[in-house]
C-alpha cells in the first residue's frame, strides 16, 4: 500500500448531513463525490465518460477524482463526520456510477466503515484542518499506512492487514505533531502550567513556539514557552530563544541536539528518557492520539 488517502464528505448540497448519514450510517456504506449536475439529461454514464465531463467542464482535474479513478479494493481512506468524529473505511468494490441531485453525488465507492472517534493522530487531523487543502488528498507516510492498517484490524475484530512493526521506542518513531502533544502534557503535568489554547502555533515565518504556557501557582506567577523538534531535525540553537529569557519566560526544547544551552538561567532541556518515563506514568491519562501508536510496537 503506497497511501492512504483523506476524503471531505462534502459535496454541493445543503444536506450535508443526510448526505454523510446516507454514506457512513446505512447499511451499505460509501464515500461519495458529487458533480451530479454532469449526468445532463442522461440517465447513466461510466466513469470514465463522468471524468472526462468534469475535466471538461473545469479545465482542470480535482484530486479527489483521481483518488477515486485510482482506488482498488483494499484502500483505505480516512474521513470525518460534522460531529468530528473520523472514520476509517476500507474499499469493498469498484466505483458506482448512481446519482442523485438533492444530495449531488455523482459516484459512489463502496466501503466498510468504522467510526474511529476524535482521537486520531495529529498528521491525520491535520490533513482535514488544512486551508485550502481541497476535498481529498493522499497520505504517504509509512507510519500513518500502518497506524491506518492497525486502526481497521482492531476495529473490524480481524486481522485482515499485515503491519509492518516499527524497531525502537515510542519516541523514535512518534510523528512530529504527536511529539508535540506530548512534550506539552509533559510540561503541563510536571511543571505546574496550563496552556493558552489561544497560543499554540499554526504557521510561522520566524522561530515557531508551539505554544505559551502560564503557571497555575498563583502565589508565584510564571509564564513559558517550548520548542520541539522531532528526531530528523537539524541542531536546535537555544540562543535563539534569549529574548524570550530576557522577558521572564520560562524556556522548554525538546530536540535530539540542543547547542548553547549552557549557563542559560531558565531554560529547561527535556531528554528523551524523562519524556518517555513520563509517558508510562501518566499513559492512563494521556490522549488515545498518543497512547494508540504503541500498536505498532
Known amino acids: 500500500m503506497e497511501y492512504v488517502a483523506r476524503i471531505n464528505l462534502k459535496t454541493d448540497t445543503e444536506f450535508r448531513n443526510e448526505l454523510i448519514d446516507f454514506c457512513l450510517k446505512s447499511d451499505e456504506q460509501f464515500l461519495a463525490i458529487g458533480w451530479s449536475r454532469i449526468y445532463g439529461e442522461n440517465k447513466s454514464l461510466t466513469f470514465s465518460e463522468y471524468y ?14 483521481n ?35 438533492r444530495l449531488d453525488y455523482g459516484a459512489l465507492l463502496p466501503v ?8 486520531v493522530p495529529g498528521q491525520i487531523k491535520a490533513t482535514f484542518n488544512r486551508a485550502n487543502a481541497g476535498t481529498a488528498q493522499r497520505i504517504r507516510e509509512s507510519v500513518i499506512i500502518e497506524y491506518s492498517k492497525a486502526v481497521y484490524n482492531e476495529l473490524s475484530n480481524e486481522n485482515y492487514y499485515e503491519i509492518s512493526h516499527l524497531e525502537g521506542n515510542l ?26 489554547s489561544n497560543s499554540i502555533a499554526r504557521k510561522s515565518t520566524t522561530i515557531k513556539v508551539e505554544c505559551e504556557f502560564l503557571s497555575r501557582n498563583t502565589d508565584q506567577p510564571k509564564k513559558a514557552i517550548v520548542q520541539v523538534k522531532g528526531r530528523k531535525a537539524a541542531p536546535l540553537d537555544a540562543l535563539q530563544f534569549i529574548d524570550f529569557l530576557q522577558d521572564g519566560y520560562e524556556v522548554f526544547l525538546y530536540a535530539p541536539t540542543i547547542v548553547n544551552a549552557e549557563n542559560l538561567n531558565n531554560l ?8 518517555l ?5 501518566y499513559k492512563a491519562v494521556l490522549p488515545a492520539s498518543i497512547t494508540q501508536w504503541e500498536k505498532l510496537y
Open 67 to 101: 483518488i477515486f479513478k485510482d482506488a482498488v479494493l483494499d484502500d483505505l481512506f480516512w474521513t470525518r463526520d460534522l460531529d468530528g468524529n473520523y472514520w476509517i473505511c476500507r474499499v469493498t468494490g469498484p466505483v458506482a456510477m448512481k446519482r442523485d441531485h
Open 277 to 281: 518515563e513520563f509517558y508510562h506514568q
Open 112 to 119: 466498510k466503515a468504522f467510526k474511529v472517534g476524535t482521537q
Open 171 to 196: 519516541l523514535d518513531n512518534l510523528p512530529d505533531f504527536d511529539l508535540e502533544e506530548l512534550v506539552i502534557a509533559f510540561i503541563q503535568i510536571k511543571y505546574n502550567y496550563y496552556v493558552l
Open 268 to 275: 529547561v532541556v527535556i531528554t528523551p528518557s524523562e519524556l
Open 52 to 65: 472526462d465531463r468534469i475535466r471538461q467542464d473545469s479545465n482542470r482535474v480535482n484530486t479527489v477524482l
